[in-house]
Each structure stands twice: as structure tokens, then as C-alpha cells.
């Protein structure tokens, strides 16, 4: 006769996994909210870094003017103040960095804040280097206004992104004068153009 042997469960049988796995919608939920955060903090740091790098600032905050000087050219061949001539230099007293030749406009203004004219003979406007090299310079004819937006050439390797220094000059000829001009209140404006804004001015006394 066979005996019938009962194998009673031990108690690793008797465990269960009680281990419950993250629902797939939800799984899916976290996902797309993980996301949403992520897109929604790089677009907040590409928006700042955007908006820092095209901030303005005031004119005179990155560019000082000197005092203007008197002088009589006594080159021939100079381009900015030539013999016999009458002319004024402005001096950089200081300057950012952040003033470049293309970022600036040149205006000689009236007393009533209107741009000069020029009356008899033409006129001009130079930024020289410090070894006398002029960088840029435009040329105004009898009839003009003296007003510059943008200087239409440069010279000497420099360009538009030729930031000013402490070792230029600005040199305003208002005409050929064989003799010390009248005094006639008139004042050099310079004014930025973005990311600069406004103007500074210095008198041609």
C-alpha cells in the first residue's frame, strides 16, 4: 500500500510581494510636468542672458569729453587741422570701452540747440590716434549742417567697433580760418546710438 507523503508549505512559501509598481498614467503625468519645469527654467535663463546683453546705458556713462583747446594746424598734409588753420580738440578723458566709432553720432550745436551750418568754406570732423593717424573723419560742405549720424569711412585699420580712449582726440575744423574764430556759444554733442543712449557735449569756446 502507498503512502500518501503531505508537504507541508514552509514559510518561504507563505511570502507574498507586496511591492506595488507606479501606475503608467502616472509615471507618464511626472514625466511631462518633469519636463515642463526644465523648459520652463531654461527659458527664464536665456531670457535673462538675452536681456543683459542688450541692455542700455547712458551715453555718459561710457565716454567723458575734455576740455576743448584752440589750436593752429601746422601740418599740411594732416587731414584734420591743416597749416594755418584754426581748429578745435576735444580730449577723451575717459571711456568704457563701450563707445565705439559706430555707436557715436556728431552734431555741432547752436546756443538755441539747432545743428551749426556751415557758411563759407567746408568743414570737418576727425577722431585722430595718438600718433596723429586719423581713424575716421567726414567732411561737411558750405550750405551743411554740421551733423554727423555715422562716419562714412575709416582709416588706419580702425572700424566701427573701434572702441574710443584716453588717446584719441576729436578735432572739429568749422572752416579754413586764417584767424581765431569768434566766440559764437557753440557746443560739440556727442550722442549714442543703441545700446547707448542720450548725449554728453563740451563747449567750443
Not at 595718438?130 to 550750405?143: C, D, P
Not at 576729436?170 to 547707448?196: H, K, M, N, R, T
Request: net charge positive; charged share 10%; proline share 5%.
Amino acid at each position: 500500500m502507498t503512502s500518501l507523503r503531505v508537504r507541508r508549505a514552509g514559510p518561504r512559501a507563505r511570502v507574498r510581494d507586496d511591492r506595488k509598481a507606479v501606475s503608467p498614467v502616472v509615471a507618464t503625468i511626472l514625466l511631462v510636468a518633469i519636463a515642463f519645469v526644465l523648459a520652463a527654467i531654461l527659458y527664464l535663463m536665456v531670457g535673462q542672458l538675452a536681456g543683459g546683453a542688450s541692455t542700455s546705458a547712458p551715453l555718459g556713462s561710457a565716454l567723458a569729453l575734455g576740455p576743448a583747446q584752440l589750436i593752429q594746424g601746422s601740418a599740411p598734409t594732416d587731414n584734420y587741422c591743416q597749416t594755418g588753420h584754426y581748429c578745435y580738440a576735444v580730449s577723451i578723458a575717459s571711456s568704457s570701452g563701450r563707445a565705439t566709432l559706430g555707436h557715436l553720432g556728431f552734431r555741432v550745436v547752436t546756443t538755441q540747440g539747432t545743428s551749426w551750418t556751415v557758411t563759407n568754406n567746408s568743414a570737418r570732423l576727425a577722431v585722430v590716434g595718438i600718433n596723429g593717424s586719423v581713424l575716421a573723419s567726414a567732411n561737411f560742405s558750405k550750405g551743411a549742417s554740421f551733423a554727423l549720424a555715422a562716419f562714412p569711412s575709416f582709416e588706419h585699420g580702425a572700424s566701427a567697433s573701434t572702441a574710443l580712449n584716453s588717446s584719441m582726440t576729436i578735432y572739429v575744423q568749422f572752416e579754413a580760418l586764417s584767424a581765431p574764430p569768434s566766440s559764437q556759444g557753440l557746443q560739440l554733442l556727442v550722442y549714442g546710438s543703441p545700446p547707448l543712449t542720450g548725449s554728453i557735449a563740451t563747449p567750443l569756446l
